[in-house]
């Protein structure tokens, strides 16, 4: 079955950086687009970032782009989301996410940009 763990999250000051990873399993990994979604308490969950499932092709969310950077390592099976001067609206719980039929979800991972 297709599984998404996510790690990578904490708190982190503003201009602050951080590195989030998503291991999948269950799944042709190489052969599957995969993306970043953002969701902060009482709003909806929003992409934030996606690849295509060769890796040459990367999509932001206006509020990310220059700042995050989405990749993948096809041996790993793992996606991540590199995130630089993170700012205080950044905070929210990051989710992993492949679309194979469905939507599968990660558990998602708290980020908390925060002086």
């Known amino acids: 079955q297709v599984q998404l763990v996510e790690s990578g999250g904490g708190l982190v000051q503003p201009g602050g950086s951080l590195r989030l990873s998503c291991a999948a399993s269950?799944?042709?990994?190489?052969?599957?687009?995969m993306s970043w979604y953002r969701q902060a308490p009482g709003k909806e969950r929003d992409l934030v970032a996606s690849?295509?499932?060769?890796?040459?092709?990367?999509a932001y969310a206006d509020s990310v782009t220059g700042r995050f950077t989405i990749s993948r390592h096809s041996g790993r099976n793992t996606v991540y989301l590199q995130m630089n001067n993170l700012k205080p609206e950044d905070t929210a719980v990051y989710y992993c996410?492949?679309?194979?039929?469905?939507?599968?979800w990660g558990q998602g991972t708290q980020v908390t940009v925060s002086a």
């Open positions: 996410n492949v679309w194979k039929g469905r939507d599968y």
């Open positions: 269950g799944f042709d990994f190489n052969s599957y687009p």
């Open positions: 690849i295509s499932s060769n890796g040459n092709n990367g």
